[in-house]
Each structure stands twice: as C-alpha cells, then as structure tokens.
C-alpha cells in the first residue's frame, strides 16, 4: 500500500459543519470553546469558525475525558501540558541533531 | 487474527488476590502511561485497549467473579453454570474451540466484529463498546501517532520510498512511506488515517514519521547543510591544488587555494540537502591538514630543510 503526502488545506468549518464532522453537539462545541479547549473564530455576524486541526483538539478532549474521567477544567490543564511536552521533545530532538 | 488475549490480571500486573482497590491502582498508573494521547507510540493503543479491557472486567465484582471461575471465554457462559460443568462441556467440545481467540477485540466496527464460530454469534466489540465509545461518548476521532523514521544522509537527500512495519490493533502492518527528497531533521512525515482508530464509525487520528537522519560516517549535516572533512597533505594546503570531493550528488572537483589551512571550510553552493520548495542547503568542506605518520629519509630531509628556512610561526600573534 502506498500513501502520499497530504497537503492540509486551510479552510474553515462553520459550527454546524463541524458538529456534524465531529458528532458533536454545538451546545458542547459552544461550551469547550469558552472553556479555552478548542480555538475558534468568531466572525462579525459573530459565529464560530473552526479550523481542520480542531477536529484532531476535540477527539482528543473526548478521549482523556473518556480516559481519564477528567472534567473540562483538568482537561485544559492536561492538553496544556502535553502540548508543552511535545514542543520540549521537539526542541531536544532539534537539539540534539 | 491478534494474538491471544492475555490473562487480566497478568495485563493489569497484579496478583489474582488484589483488592479492589490494588486493582483501580494499577489501571490508572498504566492508562496515565499508555493513553493514546499521552504515548504517541503507535503501540501504546492497542496496550491501553488491552489495559481497559482488563479494567473494564476486574473493576466490576460480578464479572471478576466470572472470570476467574471460567477464564477468558467467561463471556460465553450462561448465568447459572457452575465452572466444573462448563469445564466437562468445554472438555467435550474438543481442544479446538476452547483455545480460540475470545478476547475483546478492536476499537472500531469491523475490529473483530468477525467473531468465530464458536463464539456463537457473540460480538464482544458490542458488550464492551469500543476503546472510548459506548460509553456515551458517541464516535470519537482517533488519535494522532508518532513513531521515528532513521534515515540515512543518501535517502535524506534523494528521497524515495521505505517499508516500514508497525505493530498495530490488527496485528503486523507493512506502510509503504514515501520520504520527499530534502527532508530535515525532525520533520514529520504525516500518514493521514494511519493513525489510533477511531470509535463508532469516526475518523482513524494520523500517523506522523519523525524523520532522523543517522549519524554518517562521512557527512554531519545540520540542518539542510551537510559538513564534510578534506584532508589535505601540508605541501597541497600550502600551495594550493584541486582534489575530488565526495558529495551526495557524486564527485566534485574543488579547488584549494594556496595558503588554506587546518579548520577552513570551502562552500560548495547548493550541494547540501535539496529543499522542494527554496534553495538547497550548502555542503562544507573543512580542511583538515594530515602529516604522514612516518617519514622516509628524503621526506625527514626536506621538512628539516623547510623548518630550517621557514620564518613562519603559527603560534605568533
């Protein structure tokens, strides 16, 4: 089997695409974007717009709240510190080289 | 097929004595170290699915008690048997059947939704869910992974394509990853959908190659510029000459000039590593002046002639 490269396109997902992509409920979207857990845009009519990497942010709130028991507010602090491990790791591997 | 499952208490790593408490322990210091979005490791998935899995059973009395009294195939047992008539059926049934593989299966739909026949129609993936859905989570997309991809200095350059085989839910798995020419340290490769499956019918998470170039006998490389030595007799430093240089590209001439000495770098433009959409890194000779070991009496007689005669002091400032 072979795979190419993928090219990540920057476009935009409104909140009914995206809870439809995620199956989530916009209610929970609405919530998760005030609690800092997912990034979004607001436009000038004010609605939200999300970017294709969110959809990868959310299944990964939902799995440590799934995993962990954790509530939204732990999450956040989790996330927060995984996503500083990872650039760490990064910096050491450049580093390293 | 996966392998057999293993004892739970063996996944869980404590005694079939453990309390409940000792039980609930070992599950969260292990899912803390192989949740998928804690361990990237494209084989942590399938350790914490097993580990949830042994949770999932020992962490409920009831099904504990069943486990231990009918082993791995508890599932399949009606309510009010007791284990030495299950073991005399089992006995009878031949060896066949009672060694299949009845373990939970994998996280999405189709995982083991195939289960044998002598399962009974049985889908274990409906009893327990998936690794995070039917637990009223509804389809959760899959997490990325990340796993090393060691290349040497020539791939790196030119590209190309690898096999790479991973341990996954589904056993063994051979990618096929196509490695652009030009491609640095650290850079990651992405495999779209190649990654943690997803529950209930949701996207699989991405699989990223970081790539690492090895550490070459001939080239450093730092970046997308490559460093390479050019030893150098001391007469060719001092009067200049033209020597072939290896590159990864092939054989190039460069030329020294006179007076060049120890720790120089020539810059060859744009022989470094390519980059698919800019300029190509540089490749560095560094001169490095080398002194036969041992001299021939004409050789001696020369450089004292030359000591004798040179002003020239290296260390004078």
Redesign the interface.
């Known amino acids: 089997m072979g795979y190419a490269l993928v090219l990540v396109r920057r476009e935009r997902l409104s909140l009914d695409a995206f809870a439809r992509a995620t199956h989530t409920h916009p209610d929970l979207i609405r919530r998760l974007v005030t609690l800092g857990l997912l990034e979004a845009d607001r436009d000038a009519a004010g609605e939200l717009w999300f970017a294709p990497s969110q959809v990868a942010a959310l299944g990964r709130v939902q799995r440590l709240r799934a995993g962990f028991a954790l509530n939204y507010a732990a999450i956040g602090l989790v996330v927060d510190l995984l996503d500083r491990i990872s650039d760490l790791e990064e910096a050491l591997r450049s580093s390293s080289r | 097929m996966t392998t057999p499952s293993r004892d739970f208490y063996e996944v869980l790593g404590v005694p079939r004595s453990a309390s409940q408490d000792e039980i609930q322990r070992a599950y969260r210091k292990l899912?803390?170290t192989y949740?998928?979005?804690?361990n990237s490791d494209p084989g942590a998935e399938d350790r914490?699915k097993e580990i949830?899995e042994a949770n999932d059973v020992l962490s409920d009395p009831e099904t504990r008690r069943r486990y231990d009294a009918f082993g791995p195939d508890f599932r399949q047992v009606p309510p009010d048997m007791d284990p030495e008539t299950w073991a005399r059926i089992r006995a009878g049934a031949g060896a066949g059947a009672g060694t299949g593989r009845t373990g939970p299966g994998g996280f999405g739909p189709g995982g083991f939704g195939q289960g044998g026949p002598d399962l009974g129609g049985i889908n274990i993936e409906d009893l327990l869910g998936g690794l995070?859905g039917g637990?009223g989570?509804?389809?959760?997309?899959?997490?990325?992974q990340e796993t090393e991809l060691e290349l040497t200095v020539e791939e790196a350059f030119r590209g190309g394509?690898r096999s790479v085989t991973l341990e996954g839910p589904d056993g063994r798995r051979?990618?096929?990853?196509?490695i652009?020419a030009g491609v640095t340290?650290?850079q990651r490769?992405?495999?779209?959908g190649?990654g943690g499956r997803?529950s209930e019918g949701?996207?699989n998470?991405?699989l990223y190659f970081?790539a690492?170039?090895a550490p070459h006998p001939r080239y450093r490389?730092?970046g997308r510029d490559l460093y390479v030595d050019l030893p150098l007799a001391p007469w060719e430093a001092a009067l200049g000459t033209s020597v072939a240089v290896e590159t990864p590209s092939g054989e190039m001439k460069v030329k020294v000039p006179a007076g060049t000495s120890s720790g120089k770098r020539l810059r060859l433009r744009h022989r470094g590593l390519p980059h698919p959409r800019g300029s190509a890194g540089h490749l560095y000779a560094e001169i490095r002046i080398m002194v036969p070991a041992k001299l021939t009496d004409e050789e001696r007689r020369l450089f004292e002639q030359l000591a004798a005669t040179s002003t020239f002091d290296p260390r004078s400032r």
């Open positions: 899912a803390r949740h998928p979005d804690v914490f949830s995070f637990r989570f509804g389809p959760i997309r899959g997490a990325d394509r051979t990618l096929e990853v196509k652009p340290n650290g490769i992405r495999l779209a190649q997803g949701a996207p998470g991405d970081v690492r170039i490389v730092d």
